[in-house]
């Protein structure tokens, strides 16, 4: 990767970005109604970050996750969640769905397993936050990764 300097999508067209922020509180008030914690939100923003390589967003969401009291040790291991447990049922099954929803152009779809396992696990509303949450933080990885958006100081 070169450092060359990229036109910021983000800054450039920001009644658009604009719009993906309400998308994205939109989607964490939905969320919380279905009485999801915000570890799990933000846990499913940082792993669709990660396995999207976007720098700025893994990095800016990690920091926010440790100063609303999210331990390190366990956004140090998010990236192999499944070999740990540390995890609960419910924030595994968010992370299976989020990674499937990530990883859609590599699968072309959302297998019934996971499904079926984030229905039952999650139930319906928080199903469908958990996937807005994810379809949300998808977006704006693809602005942040074309972008290469850099780190804040």
């Known amino acids: ?4 300097h990229r036109i910021q999508l983000s800054d450039a067209l920001p009644e658009a970005r604009k719009h993906l922020v309400r998308v994205t509180e939109a989607a964490s008030k939905a969320a919380s109604d279905a009485g999801l914690s915000r570890a799990v939100t933000d846990l499913v923003r940082i792993r669709v ?3 999207n390589g976007c720098a700025y967003c893994t990095d800016t969401h990690s920091a926010e996750a440790i100063e609303a009291g999210e331990q390190p040790r ?16 419910q924030e595994r099954a968010a992370l299976e769905l989020a990674e499937a929803m990530t990883e859609l152009p590599e699968h072309r779809e959302v297998s019934d397993e996971v499904y079926l396992r984030a229905t039952k696990v999650l139930g319906e509303d928080a199903y469908v936050a958990v996937a807005w949450v994810a379809t949300a933080m998808n977006a ?14």
Do not use: C
């Open 74 to 89: 366990r956004i140090f291991v998010l990236p192999v969640w499944r070999e740990t447990e540390l995890f609960t049922e």
């Open 1 to 4: 990767m070169t450092n060359s």
């Open 49 to 51: 970050s990660q396995v």
């Open 140 to 153: 704006l990885n693809r602005l942040g990764v074309t972008s290469r958006k850099p780190l804040p100081a």
